[in-house]
């Protein structure tokens, strides 16, 4: 293979109570990546993108910063051109860094003589969030990478199931045009919890690992409670009380954080629903925040990366 | 329906990291009510038992005060005679009290001229647990009641989901011949947890809703991991890492507290395994802690509570 063209999807991360253990791939928006080989060693990394706060130079982007390790440790007889659509801003909280990062990776694998299989190349995609976050997160690397809903069931060491799903429930994100870095989102929340409140927590995400399963939306929704993340970081997020509210009015039957923000998810069980909570989730953003916002409709993507073309 | 006889199985409850959420029924122990209608009316009440930590007087006894609850709600035109058959300990780690509880309600239920339905009933084995602990737990009274593997969503509102589950795991239970209170166990038990703690307890959870769905013994054994209530409890239990070594050494893929203890639950994939199992757990109580103990081997109880006979 001498030239190759990637897709890699967003993410939404927790779904609520699985702060930091789940994370579903939708099939829209996503980053791509093209990258040919060249006879010159080494990488030549270029962006295009629309977004001001993407960093366009090699040593500070993800996508080159994994394909850096890959080469490092696989050291090809070539070097690599590679182009980013960055098609997300940073800090959309649709798992942009780790879409940018998992369809470089498999690019770069693509190229390679022997590639790895995709769950082989886990390990440098969530190398790209650790840098990016200060913590290995893999809640929007792996689904990002496998498709469909990844359950991080422990990170030490790292233990990844994907979740056998009937994909009947349909999901919606509204990407508000503001940013929240990942990193402060983190500092804010508490480092200790009432046992009471992780018990319910917990509660919930074993109600929503069934409903996943069970492809029931109304349990999912119900399930994606957040009773520990949501009300510290919802204040970073104008009005989201109201969005919450105009979703679960609108026939959701659950609404949180994607990841750790701005944008929301919501859940519902039919696409006509899916499209008046958008329009009253945009709305709502847009009259009560004066914030531009687009949505997204889909179903669980269960594909992950792919390779779109390939020569 | 004149007179009856009612079994209600002993339970596993928390199954290691589903503190409070996750319980099982299991085959056997479990007690045994025979209820018959008087003209006399009340409640008379007696237990027959060789546990010589069981109240036998129906002000102190749990099977009389839900059945009283029950009897006092639905006045019945006649009184009933209650003989519990009490044939676990009080503070066993079994849901000895949540057993005799279920049994008296369905009891009483099945003498009723409109008798409920089995979830209906559920409120009253409840109140039995608040009584019993302060606190009014599903964890145990669920899975009696209705059998299979329950998961308490919420307690506030009441939400009990019975998971769709391929029953090919094989469950141990040792009970040792001596007694933890449960809300000693309770009382122990940190109010604040590390949030990093809780989200690799809630991974674990998701892990095991999975694992039990599937029927996967290695699944559900790896996600039995507790590393939040097990270190604490497993001081009131001598020799528990003895106990639990000598479980995974002969083929466990997980073990931990039934309930608040003392007894001991193993999981695994065949019965020839849990045959060795149990008699390693029973060997090692016995040899370290001079401790005698029984043990009970079965899958999943799907049914619960039953009436054996009745006339």
């Not at 980053?31 to 990488?43: Q, S, Y």
């Not at 940073?90 to 693509?110: E, K, R, T």
């Not at 069931?153 to 994909?167: A, E, F, M």
Request: glycine share 8%; proline share 5%; net charge positive.
């Amino acid at each position: 293979m001498k030239k190759v063209k990637v897709f890699a999807p967003a993410t939404i991360a927790n779904l609520g109570s699985g702060y930091d253990v789940l994370g579903i791939a939708i099939e829209k928006p996503g980053d791509i990546i093209v990258a040919k080989k060249t006879k010159a060693h080494g990488l030549f990394f270029s962006v295009k993108t629309e977004h001001s706060n993407v960093p366009g130079d090699a040593k500070n982007n993800l996508a080159a910063y994994v394909a850096t390790l890959m080469m490092e440790e696989f050291a090809p007889a070539f070097g690599i051109e590679m182009m980013l659509y960055k098609r997300m801003p940073v800090g959309s909280g649709l798992g942009s860094s780790a879409a940018s990062s998992v369809a470089s990776v498999v690019a770069v694998n693509a190229l390679l003589p022997k590639p790895l299989k995709k769950i082989d190349l886990l390990r440098f995609a969530i190398d790209g969030e650790r840098k990016a976050t200060g913590a290995p997160h893999a809640d929007n690397a792996a689904p990002s990478l496998l498709g469909g809903v990844c359950l991080i069931r422990s990170y030490t060491p790292l233990d990844i199931l994907q979740l056998p799903i009937k994909n009947s429930a349909v999901w919606i994100v509204v990407h508000p045009h503001i940013i929240v870095e990942t990193k402060l989102a983190r500092e804010i929340l508490p480092k200790e919890i009432p046992l009471h409140s992780a018990i319910r927590q917990w509660g919930n995400v074993g109600g929503i690992t069934y409903g996943l399963i069970r492809g029931d939306a109304a349990l999912i929704g119900k399930c994606t409670e957040d009773i520990i993340i949501e009300p510290v970081r919802k204040k970073l997020i104008p009005a989201f009380d109201n969005l919450k509210n105009a979703a679960l009015q609108n026939g959701a039957s659950g609404c949180s954080l994607s990841g750790s923000g701005p944008s929301l998810f919501a859940v519902t069980d039919s696409v006509a629903k899916a499209k008046k909570i958008a329009t009253a989730m945009k709305k709502t953003f847009l009259s009560l925040a004066n914030i531009q916002s687009e949505s997204y409709i889909s179903c669980i993507n269960c594909e992950g990366a792919k390779i779109i073309s390939a020569q």
